[in-house]
């Protein structure tokens, strides 16, 4: 490698070179200077020059590219429809993109698997919590709360055949509360089995005699104890829940009184819905704390 091309030049002692000669005199710098000039000068054209040949030389051959392309020896003007299409322009082969490892999510956690078995079902239990606040609205409708009760005798807060049906499956506590408007009072029983399986056999052994014993208390007199009353039996996870809604002056329910039926109705969604959020609120704990 070289450095520099400016530097004097030794020549290797062969025919005809002579060794340089020394003088004491200052050479003449203008003279040297204007002779480096000249010969930048010529250097400077003979490369514009190379570089103007090169160029036609690029043009040439892309012009015969673009002619032979024809495949006749001759230049023709495509219409764009002409050119390659977009699959037919070659891919990036430049090799595969990076890769990552798949992942995915664990599958959410089912609420009714906390409330299908005792032994998942932990969370803090009683009618106060199913049923809390002292109204409740349903749609347009708004209902007073009346009294609550709770016992682990369930056969005694029964009527009918109710009490057996609960007994021989195995019934660990039965809540109660009452709701009331306008001379119309329901009651909704919720009895509590260690599995779910305990509390369907529940809802299916139950007839038309087994009803939930009514609650008065709390400006509700007592009602449905013998008249004719509307009643449901329903089962969710470990829970069956039943209603009784009737009049609270002691008249008979006839097919004809859509209002107490809508109550009943009314609290059974009611009731479905608290013990569906009870199971929702332990799964998403346990979510959370698996996190």
């Known amino acids: 490698m070289s450095f520099g091309q400016g530097g004097p030049q030794w020549g290797s002692g062969g025919s005809g070179s002579q060794p340089p000669r020394w003088s004491n005199s200052s050479p003449d710098w203008a003279a040297l200077a204007e002779a480096a000039e000249a010969r930048n000068r010529r250097r400077r054209w003979m490369l514009i020059g190379g570089g103007a040949l090169a160029t036609v030389a690029v043009g040439a051959a892309v012009a015969l590219a673009v002619v032979s392309a024809d495949g006749n020896g001759q230049a023709s003007n495509r219409p764009a429809s002409q050119l390659p299409a977009t699959a037919d322009v070659p891919?990036?082969?430049?090799?595969?993109?990076?890769?990552?490892?798949?992942?995915?999510?664990?599958?959410?956690?089912?609420?009714?698997?906390?409330?299908?078995?005792?032994?998942?079902?932990?969370?803090?239990?009683?009618?106060d919590l199913l049923f809390p606040g002292t109204r409740l609205t349903m749609g347009e409708t708004v209902y007073k709360k009346g009294a609550l009760a709770s016992t682990k005798n369930c056969a005694a807060a029964a009527q009918g055949t109710l009490g057996a049906v609960l007994t021989d499956n195995g019934c660990t506590r039965l809540m109660r509360v009452t709701y009331a408007k306008d001379g119309v009072a329901v009651t909704v029983g919720v009895a509590?089995?260690?599995?779910?399986?305990?509390?369907?056999?529940?809802?299916?052994?139950?007839?038309?005699?087994?009803?939930?014993?009514?609650?008065?208390?709390?400006?509700?007199?007592?009602?449905?104890r013998s008249a004719i009353c509307r009643s449901t039996t329903n089962s969710y996870g470990r829970y069956a829940y039943f209603t009784v809604a009737g009049f609270t002056n002691g008249k008979d329910v006839t097919p004809k009184d859509a209002e107490v039926f809508r109550t009943g109705d009314d609290l059974a969604e009611f009731t479905f819905r608290q013990i569906r959020r009870r199971g929702e609120a332990q799964a998403s704990a346990a979510a959370e704390a698996g996190r």
């Open 91 to 127: 891919a990036d082969t430049t090799g595969p993109g990076p890769s990552f490892e798949e992942t995915s999510a664990p599958p959410p956690l089912d609420p009714k698997d906390f409330i299908s078995d005792v032994k998942k079902d932990t969370a803090t239990l009683g009618p």
């Open 192 to 224: 509590v089995f260690d599995t779910e399986a305990r509390a369907l056999k529940a809802k299916t052994d139950a007839d038309k005699q087994s009803v939930v014993q009514s609650l008065p208390g709390e400006d509700v007199p007592v009602f449905c």
